[in-house]
């Protein structure tokens, strides 16, 4: 079957530009994660669905970041007035139920983020 | 709040040797998995294996086997007879049982190149 996928495959921006991030989930995962994978550092958790529940969003680094979950399928990852430092690949997952992290997270090929 | 450290940014190695990958984390949860994800250069982070802690056998896929050590509080990757494809960037990972706690902890990664 389908496995996650993420819209655009690359982006750039110019700084203090908005941008949207898409992902679509594999069909019938309830929870969806949203990490950020900077130049040579390992994968920072950035926000959590999880059903109609409200989200984790104990990750996002400012409030220029945002997230939304429309009918518990697609997700967009929203970056306000964009900044040099949020250039970097933005991983989307998704996992079959929220409980714990023994769920095997699924994850999509990435966004790779450029601000100019 | 947990941390996960893999002190070897790049290693190399035969095809067809072995290698092990090392990586320790830090944690005052009882109980937890621990993952080990590939990341080739096509960005898609793959799951390779995973232990859950309360299991003391170690975990085994084919090729991949696991050093899990609880109380050192130290989860190692081998790879055995290593091959061309194995080339990527590892990343080792910790996560939580408790439900709603979901999101992944990741090391900042070891790039794995096998030479032919």
């Known amino acids: 079957g389908a496995g996650v996928s993420q819209s655009p495959s690359n982006k750039v921006t110019e700084k203090g530009k908005d941008v949207e991030l898409r992902c679509d989930p594999i069909?019938?995962?309830?929870?969806l994660y949203w990490y950020r994978q900077s130049l040579g550092q390992g994968l920072e958790f950035l926000i959590y669905?999880?059903?109609?529940?409200?989200?984790?969003k104990s990750g996002l680094p400012s409030d220029r970041f945002s997230a939304e979950r429309t009918g518990g399928s697609v997700s967009t990852l929203t970056i306000q007035r964009t900044q040099q430092e949020d250039s970097a690949v933005y991983l989307c997952?998704?996992?079959?139920?929220?409980?714990?992290?023994?769920?095997?997270?699924?994850f999509g090929p990435g966004t790779r983020l450029t601000v100019l | 709040a947990q941390t996960v450290t893999q002190s070897q940014p790049e290693m190399s190695v035969q095809e067809a040797e072995t290698v092990t990958l090392s990586c320790t984390y830090d944690?005052?949860?009882?109980?937890?998995?621990l993952f080990w994800y590939k990341q080739p250069p096509s960005r898609q982070m793959i799951l390779v294996i995973r232990?859950?802690?309360?299991?003391?056998q170690n975990a085994t896929e084919n090729r991949f086997s696991v050093n899990f050590q609880k109380a050192a509080k130290s989860f190692s990757l081998k790879i055995s007879d290593s091959q061309l494809g194995d080339t990527a960037m590892y990343f080792c990972?910790?996560?939580?049982?408790?439900?709603?706690?979901?999101?992944?902890?990741f090391g900042t990664g070891t790039r794995l190149t096998v030479i032919p």
């Open positions: 944690t005052s949860e009882s109980n937890y998995y």
């Open positions: 990972a910790f996560g939580k049982i408790k439900t709603g706690a979901n999101n992944l902890f």
């Open positions: 997952a998704s996992s079959l139920s929220g409980q714990g992290a023994g769920n095997e997270q699924f």
């Open positions: 232990q859950e802690a309360y299991k003391q």
């Open positions: 069909s019938g995962h309830t929870a």
């Open positions: 669905f999880q059903g109609n529940s409200a989200p984790d």
